[in-house]
């Protein structure tokens, strides 16, 4: 999965900010270096993860993995 910016933004605004017991957010693959706004999209990541914390999981992609 790749993701962007303004596809992160819309993933919020329909499903709403992480909250502990109610909205917990698993992200996948590849988003740190896709589009112009890699660097906000990985900035807004890690401020989820720390504002609320056990909420946001990220795993990186595994480059050359095949899969």
């Known amino acids: 999965m790749t993701l962007r910016y303004c596809e992160l933004m819309t993933i919020l605004s329909l ?3 992480p909250r502990s017991g109610s909205n917990m957010f698993l992200f996948n693959g590849d ?3 896709r589009g ?3 660097v906000e999209t990985m900035l807004a990541l890690a401020a ?3 504002a ?3 909420t ?3 795993t990186p992609e595994r480059r ?3 899969v």
Do not use: I, K, N, Y
């Open 52 to 54: 609320e914390p056990g």
């Open 64 to 66: 050359g993995s095949g």
């Open 31 to 33: 988003f740190v270096d």
């Open 15 to 17: 499903c709403g900010l």
């Open 36 to 38: 112009t706004r890699s």
């Open 56 to 58: 946001v999981f990220l």
């Open 48 to 50: 989820m993860a720390v």
